[in-house]
């Protein structure tokens, strides 16, 4: 065993029981103090590293800082994007479709991400051809890793807004593809109400696009309620109903109204099209190689003494796996689950391919098939003009992409040290 000594080394001296003799042991002091000089330099090195690195990311924030404090007003928060008049524009309809776009992502990437790993990790295959298939699999992942993510924008756009034409094409101002459930479709006519009130007659025939009302027929109101429509022929000579009531159920003969359709939030369609549900899966695949890898580093990181414990007590594979390993490798995976989603709020290219760059929406998404816009596209748009108005406008638009950023990590962090405790 050895043992601390107080002798001086540089004597020449052989150390007690070495085996050598006077003359044939020397210790070299330039040696050490060489690599004593480099171990500091090293250590110098990482410090002037480390101080530059956080001097630029100082430097980056108070001129963002100083260039968009200004704009930091409760109408930057509550306004939507404005061509007109940009000293009232805001982002409030952005920070909804992230919220959204970033919810759809983690729900998607994050149980097959950390199911992926405890398979990979906990049911390694002892045949020699799974074996290969997991090496396999193991090597792709980790490459796709480091895929830019406009690859995955493209593999998003092919996948999930046409899957490959597959229920049909996209077009414009038509309805596409298979629809599934969420939607009603109807006739949309004027009644003699006036004011643009109209009333909705049930689309039997999707293909019939328009409708000419010459007989009384079955319609609702906007509140959904069933009612017989009248019909009023100024031929007959009959003066027009005078009541409110009558009039609001009653349209002129020969009026005609185009289809219109009512979505429910869980309207949904194939293909996805350019909707906040195909920018969350394609954002998934961005981030899934990262969840993978973390929770995989989590499980190898559990001591194997834990699991042996477990088999010892007579627990099987899945129970040691739910009871054991996966609660210790939480911590780990929350970890990866945080840089994951960071790195996902704050991703422009995907999702510029995917819902392209338009800004101009005034709210949330108000179905799953619908369109949103993002924190990261509206500064692309805002940053991208030569007005010194959205120029502030981008650089507060950054600021509180950073707080939304820090308000979802801390809450993961929170949660992380949550499940730690228990």
Same mark, same amino acid.
């Given at each position: 065993?050895?043992?601390?000594?107080?002798? =001086?080394?540089?004597? &020449?001296?052989?150390?007690?029981?070495?085996?050598?003799?006077?003359?044939? *042991?020397?210790?070299? /002091?330039?040696?050490?103090?060489?690599?004593?000089?480099y171990s500091r330099l090293f250590y110098l090195l990482c410090v002037?590293?480390?101080?530059?690195?956080?001097? %630029?990311?100082?430097?980056?924030?108070? @001129?963002?800082?100083?260039?968009? &404090?200004?704009?930091?007003?409760?109408?930057?928060?509550?306004? @939507? &994007?404005?061509?007109?008049?940009?000293?009232?524009?805001?982002?409030?309809?952005?920070?909804?479709?992230?919220?959204?776009?970033?919810?759809?992502?983690?729900?998607?990437?994050? =149980?097959?991400?950390?199911?992926?790993?405890? *398979?990979?990790?906990?049911?390694?295959?002892?045949?020699?051809?799974?074996?290969?298939? &997991?090496?396999?699999?193991?090597?792709?992942?980790?490459?796709?890793?480091? %895929? =830019?993510?406009?690859?995955?924008?493209?593999?998003?756009?092919?996948?999930?807004?046409?899957?490959?034409?597959?229920?049909?094409?996209?077009?414009?101002?038509?309805? @596409?593809?298979?629809?599934?459930?969420?939607?009603?479709?109807?006739?949309?006519?004027?009644?003699?109400?006036?004011?643009?009130?109209?009333?909705?007659? +049930?689309?039997?025939?999707? !293909?019939?696009?328009?409708?000419?009302?010459?007989?009384?027929?079955?319609?609702?109101?906007?509140?959904?309620?069933?009612?017989?429509?009248?019909?009023?022929?100024?031929? /007959?000579?009959?003066?027009? +109903?005078?009541?409110?009531?009558?009039?609001?159920?009653?349209?002129?003969?020969?009026?005609?109204?185009?289809?219109?359709?009512?979505?429910?939030?869980?309207?949904?369609?194939?293909?996805?099209?350019?909707?906040?549900? #195909?920018?969350?899966?394609?954002?998934?695949?961005?981030?899934?190689?990262?969840?993978?890898?973390?929770?995989?580093?989590?499980?190898?990181?559990?001591?194997?003494?834990?699991?042996?414990?477990?088999?010892?007590?007579?627990?099987?594979?899945?129970? /040691?796996?739910?009871?054991?390993?996966?609660?210790?490798? %939480?911590?780990?995976?929350?970890?990866? #689950?945080?840089?994951?989603?960071?790195?996902?709020?704050?991703?422009? !290219?995907?999702?510029? %391919?995917?819902?392209?760059? #338009?800004?101009?929406?005034?709210?949330?998404?108000?179905?799953?098939?619908?369109?949103?816009?993002?924190?990261?596209?509206?500064?692309?748009?805002?940053?991208?003009?030569?007005?010194?108005?959205?120029?502030?406008?981008?650089?507060? !638009?950054?600021?509180?992409?950073? !707080?939304?950023?820090?308000?979802?990590? @801390?809450?993961?962090?929170?949660?992380?040290?949550?499940?730690?405790?228990?």
């Amino acid at each position: 065993m050895a043992t601390a000594s107080t002798a =001086p080394v540089d004597d &020449h001296s052989p150390p007690p029981g070495s085996g050598f003799t006077e003359g044939e *042991f020397s210790v070299s /002091t330039d040696n050490s103090s060489r690599r004593k000089l480099y171990s500091r330099l090293f250590y110098l090195l990482c410090v002037f590293i480390s101080g530059l690195s956080v001097v %630029v990311l100082g430097v980056l924030l108070v @001129s963002i800082g100083w260039q968009g &404090h200004s704009r930091l007003t409760a109408d930057l928060l509550q306004n @939507s &994007h404005s061509e007109l008049n940009p000293e009232s524009a805001g982002m409030w309809p952005s920070i909804v479709g992230s919220i959204f776009i970033c919810g759809i992502c983690a729900a998607s990437a994050l =149980p097959l991400g950390i199911g992926t790993a405890i *398979f990979l990790e906990e049911f390694k295959p002892v045949s020699r051809p799974l074996k290969m298939l &997991h090496g396999f699999i193991q090597l792709n992942i980790s490459n796709l890793a480091g %895929v =830019p993510s406009i690859v995955y924008g493209l593999l998003g756009l092919s996948l999930f807004v046409f899957m490959f034409n597959v229920f049909g094409r996209i077009q414009v101002n038509e309805s @596409s593809g298979t629809e599934l459930f969420g939607v009603d479709h109807y006739y949309q006519v004027l009644s003699l109400a006036g004011g643009g009130h109209t009333v909705l007659i +049930p689309q039997v025939d999707e !293909a019939k696009t328009t409708i000419t009302i010459d007989a009384p027929m079955q319609a609702v109101d906007r509140q959904g309620q069933a009612f017989e429509l009248a019909v009023w022929d100024p031929a /007959t000579g009959q003066p027009k +109903p005078s009541d409110p009531e009558v009039r609001a159920r009653t349209v002129r003969k020969g009026q005609g109204g185009g289809s219109y359709s009512e979505t429910k939030w869980y309207y949904m369609r194939l293909p996805f099209g350019k909707s906040f549900l #195909a920018a969350g899966l394609t954002l998934s695949l961005v981030i899934l190689p990262i969840v993978i890898i973390a929770s995989q580093e989590a499980l190898r990181g559990v001591p194997s003494s834990l699991r042996e414990a477990s088999f010892g007590l007579g627990a099987t594979k899945w129970q /040691t796996v739910r009871n054991v390993s996966l609660p210790a490798a %939480v911590p780990g995976i929350m970890t990866g #689950a945080i840089l994951a989603m960071g790195r996902a709020i704050g991703e422009a !290219a995907p999702i510029l %391919v995917v819902l392209g760059a #338009a800004v101009a929406k005034n709210s949330g998404p108000q179905n799953l098939m619908d369109n949103v816009v993002t924190m990261p596209v509206l500064i692309f748009n805002w940053a991208g003009r030569q007005q010194a108005a959205y120029q502030e406008l981008a650089a507060a !638009a950054i600021i509180v992409l950073l !707080a939304v950023l820090l308000l979802m990590n @801390s809450v993961a962090i929170y949660l992380r040290q949550k499940m730690r405790v228990g």
